[in-house]
């Protein structure tokens, strides 16, 4: 298995509402991270998991939240967003080492 | 702190004309380069490593450290290379992570 998978695909959730992004892989990676997309914008680094331990946090607002349970799973939680939150989250893993990332496909979020 | 600016917003060309994307990077360290490419509504593919020095779907690209520079190349444009492309640089063997370029959108005219 060579894939980093997300779920769910597509968002819209309220203001007011609890929601959580899910990442998976399969390939032994012990990096994990979230990347922000705006359109036509680069990723922007959000966290970086190391070894299931939180490594980095860009000053993310705290009304993001991510949780690596395991060695396999990111997840990114969300409450209290903001319209302008609305973008493509990408997860991605990598050999802690270096030599690139796998990215998945992203969740494309809507905060109305 | 390490940096990779992409000159070109968009750049187009007409199918069959070579192709060149520009990267620079700024890294006091030992560079990791990469070229990413982001196809209409896809997810973001890993094109190229300087570490590798393959070929793939016919773009190379060189690492120049003295230029510190990381330039895309393709001989012939095809319309399927019409995309959006990402320099990116990693480093921090503890905490790795890549740092992008604001990318470059090519456009091939048939």
């Known amino acids: 298995d060579t894939e980093v998978t997300q779920t769910p695909k597509h968002l819209v959730m309220g203001m007011t509402n609890k929601k959580s992004l899910k990442c998976e892989q399969h390939?032994?990676?012990?990096?994990m991270y979230w990347y922000k997309q705006k359109a036509k914008k680069p990723p922007e680094l959000m966290f970086v998991y190391s070894y299931e331990k939180l490594s980095i946090n860009e000053s993310v607002p705290s009304r993001f939240s991510p949780e690596c349970p395991n060695s396999s799973l990111l997840n990114l939680h969300l409450h209290a967003l903001q319209p302008e939150d609305s973008a493509l989250y990408l997860c991605a893993s990598s050999p802690r080492q270096g030599g690139g990332y796998t990215f998945g496909s992203g969740t494309r979020l809507t905060v109305v | 702190a390490q940096r990779v600016t992409q000159p070109e917003k968009l750049l187009s060309v007409f199918k069959g004309a070579p192709v060149e994307l520009k990267c620079n990077y700024s890294y006091s360290g030992s560079p990791e380069l990469f070229w990413y490419v982001q196809y209409s509504r896809q997810r973001l593919q890993l094109l190229l490593r300087?570490?590798s020095r393959e070929s793939i779907k016919g773009f190379t690209a060189d690492l120049n450290k003295g230029e510190t520079s990381f330039h895309l190349k393709k001989p012939f444009a095809q319309e399927e290379d019409s995309a959006m492309y990402y320099c990116?640089?990693?480093?921090?063997?503890?905490?790795?992570?890549?740092?992008f370029g604001k990318g470059t959108k090519l456009s091939v005219i048939p």
């Open positions: 390939m032994g990676h012990r990096a």
């Open positions: 300087h570490i």
């Open positions: 990116a640089l990693g480093s921090g063997a503890g905490s790795y992570q890549l740092t």
